[in-house]
């Protein structure tokens, strides 16, 4: 079972960037459709972004659409986030996920059902 490891976390304000990585170890990255999730202070978990294997086709929830991106380097075994003009709101874990191996190419999952493996997440706090 792939093992992922978030990074990049951390207190800006608000109208800034940040970028989140997930390293993954085990078996090989391309394998598997990746996602974010995030969980606010007394929210619920959320569904960010996702991107498929082979053809990286993406999707975002409508409230992050315009200001996220997902990458993932499948030659590093890692996935990406990036995250600009940071809105108070969007102060949350991150977590990234992958799905079982051999997912469906060319599919973005969207729901916590659709994965497998979970990383532990890593805190982003957007305050002036």
């Known amino acids: 079972q792939v093992q992922l490891v978030e990074s990049g976390g951390g207190l800006v304000q608000p109208g800034d960037s940040l970028r989140l990585s997930c390293a993954a170890s085990?078996?090989?990255?391309?394998?598997?459709?990746m996602g974010w999730f995030r969980q606010g202070p007394g929210k619920e978990q959320e569904f960010v972004g996702g991107?498929?294997?082979?053809?990286?086709?993406?999707d975002y929830a409508d409230s992050v659409k315009g200001r996220f991106t997902i990458s993932r380097d499948d030659a590093e075994n890692t996935l990406y986030l990036q995250m600009n003009a940071l809105k108070p709101e969007d102060t949350a874990v991150y977590y990234c996920?992958?799905?079982?191996?051999?997912?469906?190419?060319?599919?973005?999952?969207?729901?916590?059902?659709?994965?497998?493996?979970w990383g532990r997440g890593t805190q982003v706090t957007v305050s002036s």
């Open positions: 996920a992958a799905t079982p191996p051999y997912y469906i190419h060319g599919v973005v999952p969207h729901g916590t059902s659709d994965f497998r493996s």
């Open positions: 085990g078996p090989p990255l391309s394998l598997h459709a």
């Open positions: 991107i498929a294997r082979i053809d990286f086709t993406t």
